[in-house]
């Protein structure tokens, strides 16, 4: 495995963990009675636009790789 396609999958990896992570969050604010829905829409809100933020920043990466190499 080429060293820039395995740091490549270790970027991945720590998105989608970092993902999850959120998701638990989002789970746990969901189980408790005394969060409104209001807070959940908002974080959830929050966390979609940041998980964009780290897609496109991990696109631009893959972009950058092809172009050097």
Do not use: W
């Amino acid at each position: 495995m080429k060293p820039s396609i395995q740091i490549d999958g270790f970027k991945l990896e720590y998105i989608i963990e970092e993902a999850l992570d959120k998701v638990v969050f989002l789970g746990k604010i969901n189980e408790s009675e005394d969060n409104s829905s209001e807070l959940a829409g908002f974080e959830i809100h929050k966390l979609l636009k940041d998980q964009s933020k780290l897609e496109t920043n991990f696109a631009d990466l893959i972009k950058r790789r092809y172009i050097v190499f």
